[in-house]
């Protein structure tokens, strides 16, 4: 069974870090794309992040780019996103997902809750 594990969610002011987890089990996972979506308050969810095989590329949105960094460890099945200079509007749930097309994969997590407020 194909499962992807989101952790690290929390609470962080505004201008804070946090790192998020995506540990995943059932498949070969260095075989596969990760993808880091999410879904702010009363909006559609969105793609935020791709990291491909072996680690070769890493792609950002434009809203993210320059504060957060994706990473994996294959010998690990874990995927990472280290999000910094956080902002109120970053709040919402982030969600780890494998076979993405923009915001449309064929398996993704749980999803963490991630706040960003004073």
């Known amino acids: 069974e194909v499962q992807l594990v989101e952790s690290g969610g929390g609470l962080v002011q505004p201008g804070g870090s946090l790192g998020l987890s995506c540990t995943a089990s059932?498949?070969?996972?260095?075989?596969?794309?990760i993808n880091w979506l999410r879904q702010l308050p009363g909006k559609d969810l969105e793609w935020v992040s791709t990291?491909?095989?072996?680690?070769?590329?890493?792609q950002y949105a434009t809203t993210v780019s320059g504060r957060f960094t994706v990473s994996r460890d294959d010998a690990e099945n874990t995927a990472y996103l280290e999000m910094t200079s956080l902002k109120t509007e970053d709040t919402g749930i982030y969600y780890c997902?494998?076979?993405?097309?923009?915001?449309?994969?064929?398996?993704r997590g749980q999803g963490t809750q991630v706040t960003v407020s004073a």
């Open positions: 059932g498949f070969k996972f260095s075989n596969y794309d």
């Open positions: 997902a494998r076979g993405c097309i923009g915001a449309r994969c064929d398996y």
């Open positions: 990291i491909t095989t072996e680690g070769r590329l890493a």
